[in-house]
């Protein structure tokens, strides 16, 4: 597993290269240092950033659950009974992304594994549906994973029919008290739904309703109306056992989350600094302005993988002269996580490419929305450069021209349909991706912005 | 000369130790060997013609039938002919091409159509016992076993163009392990029981002793008196149990083929076998050509002569080498025999007899000697008797020592003749073969004198005898001439280790035993799950009847026919036909209803519709083909009558799935039905009601016919039932509780399934909550906890657990749709609203990046419909759910 790549590590790239910097030579900075307690805490600070990223990354397999005590016994017993007593189950585990349904279940097999009645005694077979994506291919997985193509010895798998047949029959001379009960997981289980015939389902819900082997289907899915996409027959099958996961915590248990997601384990080599880290994030945690911060990302999401990138870009602040996280590391990766992709773009623009869009923005104003060409946003323009008289900004059409090209490559604006050889390209309907807000916005934060241009982007009809 | 023939008489060998001659039969091996193949391979493809042997032997003129002993197998291709005669044991074709019937010859007549018929005595493969009878028979079967056929109902009066050929059919006592024989499985059986449909029985004894019988006289045919039949058709099984029996009289010998044994151990036995073989034919070939040479010159003429007899013997020496001069030789000599151009041959015979007896010996004393080094004095030997000697000189050397064994038979041969069963005596007894080899000469020319007597074609032992004399030097001649060609073809098709056919999948067993239910209510759980299988099926008598007389009617008629059963999932058709199918079969085993086989397709575990023919198939024969290749066979299966044909049932489930664009697999489905000779009876299920009418085709709806029956779903009143009596005697429910379930359940759908899941859901949540208190019965609050659980709509639930700005962003679409009066918008619109309500509520709002993320992440729950593009602003949006669902989640905050 990789860190996860969300768009914030894109919106930062100065602390994504700290980031990959300082795993690789801790021992280049530590020479740097001046400080005798400098090489001591550097190995700290480098323990503290792998223990919190692995952390962050990883939040599936070694995270903790939060709020889903309820689910985690309900699945939990559902998957014992069906090792212990063999009895046929099937379940569909429910939740938006990042609710932590994969680590819900990792945590029950987890959990699984540990008890000896059950360990030797369940087959998995892990399934998803962005790999198999049809049942072809799923088949030969399972038999791949029950390891049954032993048993065939040569024998290729030329049909799917085959195939079919011989997995059914594998499991139909199975029964309840002496066959080892398989547990199969689907995740991204909705994209299942759309095989032909839904026959991989069909078949697995089938086996889960007769004497067969003990079967055992959960489906992990992110569609809340994943039932109105089974077939009848496949959904009368399914025994309608789901299991939600909301994120139903309030702010409380937020904070909360916060506080054990950043807080370092008792089992961390340095203890004062563990302490001190440690304090640290309490006080964080009562602190206003970082209260201020995780709200409106709370307000925003309550994923808890936006918590986890919002830490991963303020522990990249934390080096050897700046040890401790503080109120305003968190403020600034806040920042970073909700600036809009589209405005810092704008923010790299020349004034005259800033120019046409403002000329677009005010067409977009005038004709409602309604597509237009470069000829209009030109001449637009040039009613701008008239009325102003200043030289300074009267360019040759080409060179304009080719401005307008430049905003076309960073998908500012964006063709109606595609560009035919005929069509001048002059002549192209467009339409322009960024809202007047967001021009508005980007405008206020654009250095050195020419006085008269920000005059004509607050109104078309500035001039008068 | 049917190659099958010695085939058999071969296999049986064993028994009789010390039968010497069997060492004749081992030059002809080869030749023989070869020539089985062929014939097997062309079965298919050759046309065959069945013509009587001999004349009849009885007539009835009033029923204008004619009997006769024997038939002619003539195959065009390869000219090959096997003679079959009554007694002998048979394969006949049967449904499955692989696995054909095997019987016994009783009778063989001609009927006043002059059609040829063939009266038998089945005998039973494994693959015809029903499954679950096998477990009777508590030991391991082999392939080769068969069971002496008690059923009553086979018709034993087959057409005699069925039969296949001949083979080999053993009694055994029940104890004694099956001889090894590795090689040519497919040539021989073995019965040790009799099975008669409901219980397998040792043999009586005088089956056993019948069957013994019918053995030992087509041995001591074979044997004794088997001339006529070309050896060709040994295989090379044969020769190793000659092999062995010859190592028991000569021990010595036995260490040398061991060794070589062991020396090639790394090879397959069939090539093992196979180089022996070599080696073998190679030995004897020249003293054959030799011999040939000298008769050749003389007789040649004699071929038109011989013709008639030539056209009953000699096809498969021309088959195997239709140039060859040997055929001339060998007519040669037939014309000698008939035409009694009188002393030469006799002469030749006898010289060449003694000289191979004298061989005989010598070869015998020479057992220390290593074969090149005997095979030379051999050669020398030949020469000092014969002048010709000179054409020896290539492979001369070591041709002398086989060409002994060659002769011997002949004598023997004869001798059995006059005293067939004197000599049967004998082989029993001593099998001693200096005393066979003694009486040789004298027994040969006066059997060929008594020949020359005799008309050819009436009795097959004099038949049998001119051609084996003609037949042995050319067969050998033929194996020196074709063994080269011929061996490397051979050895694959015996090496190739063939994967079994049906590898039997399973999954691994658990390795600790399963928990059985502790408390009641594990045991209700237990009981209430859908794959428990109650004794009988609440509710659904009335369908049950009418679907089991209809099956049962048709059974009794021999006869065909489709009912179409439909109903909405949960119904329980699948489980009420499957227990009308269990009623049947036991009243089959009762004897009150005819043998059926059971075949059940589902639409749903089929790949392709087109791959039904090949379920059904391998469920009626156990062979695998393609689906087209499995609809002709199919085709021709129903469309023609055939022996020992059941009536099949055949379960169609999931009909609608069966759809193609033709509906050629539903119109195959139900024409079957209506041919004459199918005994097919179709119980199509399918959900919908109308489905003939609404996706069939007029042709195909008008086969499927008119029985209907549809499955209403249950009343609450019926689920009530059925729940009830799945708990019989158990205590884990309150009355009312079962009473709102079934109530609740009915009014959704009447689908069992979900009645029985809410209930086992309910023992789960009772359980959870009785660790708290102590409720050991499920009360009305479990049930509805379960019932809410599973009905409730998620959508409410998801949009309260969302956040702030997810539901803002929800109000902002609620808001753009009044506006617009469309439930259609852009991002962009509602980015517009939803900050003027960020202003109304005093929050920071959010930025594009934001607002896109949380479109998407509404999107990917689904509660949002979102355009899947580029288009960044202008994506379009739409609530997947109905705005008062929304307004409602949204309120209650």
């Avoid at chain 1, 503290?48 to 990354?57: A, M, P, S, Y």
């Avoid at chain 2, 099998?431 to 040969?444: A, H, I, N, P, V």
Wanted: charged share 25%; net charge positive.
């Amino acid at each position: 597993m990789r860190p996860s790549p969300r768009p914030s590590s894109a919106r930062a790239p100065a602390s994504l290269r700290e980031l990959r910097m300082q795993p690789a030579k801790p021992s280049a900075m530590s020479k740097r240092k001046l400080k005798e307690s400098s090489e001591e805490s550097a190995e700290c600070i480098s323990q503290v950033q792998k223990i919190l990223r692995e952390r962050f990354c990883h939040c599936g397999a070694a995270g903790k659950l939060f709020g889903m005590k309820q689910q985690y016994s309900h699945l939990l017993e559902l998957l014992k009974r069906t090792t212990v007593h063999g009895e046929s189950n099937s379940a569909l585990i429910i939740g938006p992304r990042g609710s932590g349904k994969t680590a819900l279940l990792n945590h029950v097999l987890k959990e699984l594994r540990e008890m000896n009645q059950v360990r030797e005694n369940l087959l998995e077979v892990h399934l998803n549906g962005l790999l198999q994506t049809n049942d072809k291919v799923a088949l030969k997985e399972i038999t791949r994973q029950l390891q049954l193509e032993n048993v065939v010895g040569d024998k290729v798998f030329g049909s799917f029919a085959e195939n079919l047949a011989f997995l059914l029959e594998a499991l139909r001379r199975g029964n309840r008290s002496s066959s080892c009960p398989i547990l199969f997981v689907l995740d991204e289980f909705d994209l299942f739904v759309h095989h032909k015939n839904q026959t991989l389902l069909y078949n697995l819900f089938d086996i889960s309703q007769s004497a067969q082997t003990p079967v055992t289907v959960i489906g992990l899915t992110c569609r809340q109306d994943i039932l109105e996409l089974l077939e009848k027959r496949v959904k009368s099958r399914f025994s309608h056992r789901q299991i939600y996961l909301m994120n139903s915590f309030d702010f409380k248990e937020y904070i909360q989350i916060f506080k054990k997601q950043l807080s370092l384990p008792a089992e961390f080599p340095d203890e004062s600094f563990a302490q001190k880290w440690n304090n640290n994030v309490q006080r964080l945690s009562e602190d206003r302005a970082v209260q201020a911060v995780l709200q409106g990302l709370f307000q925003h999401t309550k994923e808890l993988r936006a918590l986890h990138s919002l830490l991963m870009l303020a522990l990249s602040a934390v080096t050897v002269h700046h040890p401790l996280l503080t109120a305003a590391d968190l403020q600034e990766a806040g920042r970073q996580r909700s600036a809009d992709s589209r405005a810092n773009i704008v923010h790299g623009l020349s004034v005259l490419e800033i120019c046409l869009i403002i000329a677009m923005k005010h067409l977009n104003e005038v004709y409602d929305g309604e597509p237009f060409n470069f000829q209009m946003v030109y001449n637009e323009f040039q009613k701008f450069i008239q009325r102003k008289a200043h030289s300074m900004y009267n360019f040759e059409k080409p060179v304009v021209m080719k401005a307008f090209e430049h905003l076309l490559q960073l998908e500012l604006v964006q063709p109606l349909e595609r560009p035919s050889v005929r069509a001048q390209r002059e002549f192209l309907l467009l339409r322009l991706l960024l809202d007047s807000r967001q021009i508005m916005d980007a405008l206020q934060l654009y250095p050195n912005c020419p006085t008269d241009v920000k005059q004509w982007a607050a109104s078309s009809l500035s001039w008068l | 000369m049917h190659a099958e023939r010695i085939d058999t008489s071969s296999m049986y060998l064993p028994t009789f130790p010390f039968f010497g001659f069997s060492i004749i039969i081992r030059k002809c091996l080869f030749i023989c060997f070869s020539f089985s193949l062929g014939i097997m391979n062309t079965r298919q493809q050759s046309k065959l013609i069945y013509s009587w042997y001999g004349k009849p032997l009885s007539s009835d003129r009033k029923l204008r039938t004619s009997q006769y002993k024997g038939i002619l197998i003539t195959s065009e291709s390869t000219k090959t002919e096997t003679c079959i005669q009554l007694g002998d044991f048979i394969l006949v074709e049967g449904v499955n091409a692989d696995q054909p019937y095997v019987a016994q010859l009783l009778d063989l007549y001609e009927d006043g159509a002059q059609h040829k018929r063939a009266v038998v005595q089945w005998f039973c493969r494994l693959g015809e016992i029903p499954q679950n009878k096998r477990k009777l028979l508590k030991r391991e079967i082999s392939a080769q076993e068969v069971f002496f056929d008690q059923i009553l109902g086979y018709d034993t009066d087959i057409a005699a163009e069925t039969i296949i050929k001949s083979i080999m059919v053993l009694p055994l006592h029940l104890g004694e392990e099956l001889p090894m024989i590795t090689l040519n499985k497919e040539q021989t059986f073995y019965v040790k029981q009799s099975w008669d449909g409901k219980c397998f029985k040792v043999l009586s004894p005088d089956t056993f002793s019948k069957l013994k019988e019918a053995n030992k006289k087509r041995a001591v045919i074979t044997n004794s008196s088997k001339a006529f039949i070309p050896p060709d058709t040994l295989t090379p099984v044969k020769k190793e149990t000659e092999n062995v029996l010859w190592s028991a009289t000569k021990p010595k010998n036995v260490d040398t083929e061991i060794e070589s044994k062991h020396s090639a151990s790394k090879s397959s036995l069939a090539k093992e076998r196979h180089s022996q073989r070599v080696a073998n034919n190679d030995i004897k070939t020249p003293t054959a050509r030799k011999k040939l040479e000298l008769s050749s010159p003389t007789r040649s003429k004699g071929r038109l002569l011989g013709c008639e007899v030539l056209g009953l013997l000699d096809d498969d020496c021309d088959a195997v080498a239709p140039s060859e001069p040997s055929a001339t030789k060998r007519k040669v000599k037939f014309s000698d025999i008939l035409g009694s151009p009188p002393k030469i041959p006799c002469i030749n015979d006898k010289s060449k007899s003694t000289s191979e007896t004298a061989e005989h010996h010598q070869r015998f004393s020479d057992i220390q000697l290593t074969p090149y080094t005997k095979v030379k004095d051999f050669g020398e030997k030949d020469k000092n008797l014969h002048e010709n000697g000179d054409i020896l000189s290539p492979v001369g050397y070591q041709t002398r020592s086989i060409l002994s064994p060659v002769l011997t038979p002949r004598s023997r041969r004869t001798c059995a003749q006059k005293t067939s069963a004197l000599i049967a005596e004998q082989i029993s007894m001593l099998g001693q073969e200096d005393f066979l080899s003694d009486s040789d000469s004298s027994y040969s020319s006066s059997s060929e004198e008594e020949e020359e007597e005799e008309d050819v074609p009436c009795t097959p032992e004099k038949k049998t005898k001119s051609s084996r004399i003609l037949s042995t030097p050319k067969s050998s001649r033929k194996s020196a001439v074709h063994t080269p060609a011929k061996t490397p073809k051979k050895t694959p098709v015996q090496g190739t280790p063939r994967t079994p056919r049906n590898a039997t999948p399973e999954i691994p067993r658990r390795s600790q035993a399963a928990q059985e239910p502790a408390s009641a209510l594990e045991e209700a759980r237990l009981r209430l799950h859908v794959s428990a299988v109650p004794e009988s099926l609440p509710c659904r008598e009335e369908e049950f009847q009418d679907i089991y007389n209809f099956v049962e009617s048709k059974l009794i008629d021999g006869t065909g026919g489709c009912m179409y059963i439909s109903g909405v999932p949960g119904t329980g058709k699948t489980a009420t036909v499957h227990e009308v199918i269990r009623c049947l079969q036991q009243a089959a085993e009762n004897d009150e209803l005819p043998p059926f086989q059971f075949v059940e397709i589902n639409g749903m575990k089929l790949t392709d519709p087109h791959q039904a023919y090949v379920q059904i198939l391998e469920f009626l024969t156990g062979q695998k083909v393609t689906a087209t290749h499995a609809a002709a066979l199919l085709a021709k299966l129903f469309s023609t009558p055939g022996p020992k044909r059941k009536t099949t049932v055949l379960i169609v489930d999931e009909l609608d799935l069966l759809w193609t664009r033709k509906q050629n697999v539903m119109y195959n489905l139900f024409d079957w039905p209506t041919q004459k000779h199918s005994r097919l009876i179709i119980l199509a299920i399918a959900n919908t009601m109308d489905l003939p009418e609404r996706i069939m085709m007029n042709r195909v709806a008008s086969r499927l016919g008119l029985t209907r029956m549809s499955f209403q779903p249950y009343t609450y009143k019926q689920l009530q039932q059925i729940i009830l009596s799945r708990l019989k005697g158990v205590k884990a429910f309150e009355e009312d509780a079962v009473q709102l379930v079934s109530r609740k359940v009915a009014a959704l759908s009447g689908d069992a399934r979900r009645c029985l899941d809410i209930c086992r859901r309910a023992t789960e949540i009772c359980e959870l909550a009785r660790h708290k208190r102590a409720p050991e019965i499920v009360r009305m609050a479990h049930v509805t906890e379960a019932i809410d659980e599973m009905f409730s709509s998620p959508y409410v639930n998801a949009i309260r657990n969302a956040s702030l700005h997810e539901q803002i962003f929800l109000k902002a679409i609620l808001a753009e749709f009044r506006r617009a009066g469309v439930e259609e918008a852009t991002v962009q619109q509602i980015y517009q609203h939803h900050v003027a309500l960020c202003r109304m509520e005093g929050l920071q709002s959010p930025t594009v990046s934001e607002i896109l993320a949380i479109c998407s992440r509404l999107g990917a729950c689904r509660l949002l419909l979102v355009e899947a593009s580029t288009k960044y602003l202008h994506t379009r949006v739409r609530l997947n759910l109905g705005q008062d669902d929304v307004m409602y989640a949204l309120r209650e905050e």
